[in-house]
């Protein structure tokens, strides 16, 4: 094979590896719902997305908490948010990992306390929303290597993964002070990353996938829709 | 200029950029020998608590003030990183306790107490132990903050109310691209805030304290 045929093949799989991928590095997104009490919300309402943070082996990212608020707090019957860092800061010192309610029975204790029920009135809190999970890694394989040298670089291989992320949100109404249902969320895919003289990323949208399949879920609930 | 001094030119530039590159080089090699200090910083809400009716004079101590703690490089045993926490566990304090007591007076020592006919209290603060944990050390991704306080309240003339132990933990993801010296200090201040909510929510609890509060009609 001379130069130019190595160049054109070369041409080739540039062009062809990323639209061949393209098709295969989608996101499957499974939505749970279970619903125990009707809900709805008023004007001048809100609600605070937290993110749950006890656990030793892992913790609920604010990247995500914040993603979900947002596809909450926009388009048609958005819902207004309040934002988990100025909520904390406000409730300070009831919502932190040690001394956040786990049950909505700790809720009532929480309520019991004077100058905790007035700020949470002053926001004008109908729902809590308590989101726990994360994303996994996994299945990786393939290698990349880059050189550069006098006469330019360039990186060679090929590289995939697989992610899943799994979150579930649990809603407490905070007039009578119930679990109101749960949201559940599932979503994977594979990532493929080929390099041909530069990387190709091709990210399968995972998180971002679970942020919008929860986040559009969530505000339906909220609605009673 | 003759092709000879053309080829010594070329020769000293040449030459020029070697040293040039090998001292960068060598620079950037030291560097990353060098110890690095992170001085934690971070702003605290204060508490959203009912205060009790005292007057608490607080003394902070130069090892507490100056508190500085050092992680070993493992493999040469050399300092790693100096982490200075003391200003900005003065600057949690100085939130936490008038958002806890009704009046909180500065002092320098135990001795200074006895001018002020007005105190109820002595508190002095103290860091016992201090632990970092290093996602690089300890294989997890994570960063690692675990603090040990000394809590001593005392009556104005010194004498004893209470003596109880705290500690704080705080965790905080590693990142992409975040450098060690973020991901110290988000730890750290995770470490504080959970100092300052156990010690908001539970100062009241302490056995001791709870019997001296009581017999001062605070509760």
Redesign the interface.
């Known amino acids: 094979m001379n130069t130019q045929q190595l160049l054109s093949l070369t041409k080739s799989l540039f062009f062809a590896t990323p639209a061949f991928l393209l098709l295969c590095s989608c996101t499957t997104t499974e939505i749970d719902e279970f619903r125990q009490s009707a809900t709805e919300i008023n004007q001048g309402e809100s609600i605070v997305i937290l993110g749950r943070r006890q656990n030793n082996n892992y913790?609920t990212?604010e990247d995500f908490v914040s993603c979900v608020g947002g596809v909450v707090a926009r388009g048609q019957n958005s819902i207004s948010v309040v934002e988990e860092r100025e909520f904390l800061?406000?409730?300070?010192?009831?919502f932190?990992?040690?001394?956040a309610p786990m049950r909505t029975g700790h809720l009532e204790q929480l309520m019991a306390i004077?100058?905790?029920a007035e700020?949470i009135k002053e926001f004008g809190i109908a729902y809590i929303v308590w989101v726990d999970g994360i994303t996994e890694r996994s299945d990786q394989s393939g290698s990349i290597s880059c050189t550069i040298g006098p006469g330019g670089g360039g990186c060679f291989g090929f590289g995939t993964w697989s992610d899943d992320s799994n979150f579930e949100a649990e809603i407490w109404d905070m007039n009578t002070l119930t679990t109101v249902g749960s949201i559940s969320t599932d979503s994977n895919g594979q990532s493929y990353m080929p390099a041909v003289v530069i990387p190709i990323p091709l990210i399968a949208r995972v998180e971002a996938n679970a942020c919008n399949g929860l986040g559009s879920q969530l505000k339906q609930f909220i609605n009673g829709t | 200029m003759t092709t000879m001094n053309k080829s010594v030119h070329y020769k000293l530039t040449w030459h020029t950029r070697v040293t040039r590159t090998v001292l960068v080089a060598v620079t950037a090699l030291l560097s990353a020998c060098a110890v690095s200090t992170i001085n934690i910083s971070g702003e605290f809400p204060a508490p959203l608590v009912q205060k009790l009716p005292l007057t608490v004079g607080v003394i902070y101590d130069d090892a507490f003030t100056n508190h500085s703690f050092i992680e070993i490089n493992d493999n040469t045993g050399d300092d790693q990183y100096i982490i200075n926490s003391g200003a900005t566990q003065i600057e949690l304090f100085n939130t936490m306790l008038p958002a806890v007591f009704e009046n909180v007076i500065h002092l320098d020592s135990l001795e200074s107490a006895r001018t002020y006919s007005n105190l109820d209290a002595v508190f002095l603060p103290a860091i016992e132990e201090f632990q970092v944990g290093l996602p690089r050390k300890t294989r997890l991704n994570v960063y690692e903050i675990w603090v040990k306080y000394n809590m001593r309240l005392a009556k104005s003339n010194g004498d004893y109310i209470a003596d109880w132990v705290m500690t704080a933990y705080g965790k905080s993801p590693e990142e992409t691209f975040q450098s060690v010296d973020d991901g110290v200090n988000d730890a750290a201040n995770v470490a504080l805030r959970d100092l300052a909510a156990s010690f908001t929510l539970g100062f009241s609890n302490i056995p001791e304290v709870n019997e001296w509060l009581r017999s001062e009609n605070a509760l």
């Open positions: 913790e990212e800061d406000a409730m300070f010192p009831f932190e990992p040690r001394t004077d100058v905790a700020r």
